[in-house]
């Protein structure tokens, strides 16, 4: 967290496209893996000079066309662009949550995730914190030393590595939603500590870091490995919490009357099952 953010980002995706990716001959003997600055500026129609300025720092308020131009020349998806007008400052800043802090759930919200007896529910911040969970949503994190700090516990929880079936794609997926979000608060002091703290602790977050993915918390397939209830997997939704904002409200559900079902029912504290009971037998 810089203070040559833009300028970084498009150095990271620069260095990810080939020229021939945006139909440019490729030369002999080029040493350059991505596009080279010149292959940019011409790409985005701007000057070459002024594109340097940006990638170094020394221009900072490039216009919502120039990002624009840019993103097309890059191939930037939507979320990225997004990220690239929100580095650029051309988003309003807003704060996270209401009352300034976003880390109060409302009572009705917590109602409403009690409702759901067959889905794991979280509502997270934007640093991925959970700030709270339903019943099946606590059993399911249970292997985890720590599991508020979602982000930190997935990177330096060797726990996580077992729960997580899938933990490369999980954690990618999570950098780059992290690195959103980061666009929303990089002046909060917490999300910056979060970051600093994790890049001097996991190399691996530190690689995923330095790639500048941006990508945001939809619907996404976890399978998880889990000591109690063995190998499943859940499909998520993510809902924003409109009343306070800064906050997401993610839904894991298994395919109704599958196997997944029967086993995430075993995690269920309010259960009481015997030898003959389905989720009992999926455990054998």
Not at 56 to 67: A, C, D, F, K, Y
Not at 78 to 107: F, I, K, M, Q, S
Not at 181 to 191: E, V
Not at 254 to 273: I, K, N, Y
């Amino acid at each position: 967290m810089g203070a040559n953010d833009l300028g970084e980002f498009l150095l990271a995706r620069r260095s990810r496209i080939g020229p021939g990716d945006v139909g440019l001959p490729r030369s002999r003997g080029r040493r350059v893996s991505g596009l080279r600055r010149e292959e940019v500026a011409v790409l985005a129609g701007v000057s070459a000079d002024y594109y340097t300025r940006l990638e170094q720092g020394r221009e900072r308020h490039p216009s919502g066309q120039v990002i624009d131009a840019l993103a097309r020349a890059l191939h930037l998806d939507d979320d990225a662009c997004w990220h690239a007008y929100r580095l650029a400052g051309l988003v309003p800043h807003t704060a996270d949550g209401a009352g300034g802090d976003g880390e109060r759930v409302a009572p009705a919200l917590l109602r409403l995730m009690e409702t759901f007896p067959a889905a794991v529910a979280y509502v997270v911040n934007r640093r991925l914190d959970v700030l709270a969970c339903n019943a099946l949503a606590e059993a399911l994190l249970s292997p985890l030393a720590d599991r508020r700090g979602m982000v930190r516990s997935l990177f330096c929880d060797p726990a996580a590595r077992e729960l997580f079936a899938e933990w490369d794609e999980v954690a990618r997926d999570t950098v780059a939603a992290l690195r959103l979000a980061h666009g929303h608060a990089r002046h909060d002091p917490r999300m910056r500590a979060l970051i600093d703290g994790l890049r001097r602790d996991s190399a691996e977050f530190a690689r995923l870091w330095s790639r500048q993915d941006v990508g945001r918390l939809a619907g996404r397939t976890k399978t998880f490995h889990h000591p109690r209830a063995g190998v499943f997997t859940l499909t998520y939704q993510t809902f924003e919490v409109v009343a306070a904002p800064g906050q997401y409200l993610l839904v894991g559900t298994p395919e109704p009357g599958s196997d997944d079902a029967v086993r995430l029912a075993l995690l269920d504290p309010g259960r009481h099952a015997g030898p003959d009971d389905p989720a009992t037998a999926a455990s054998r």
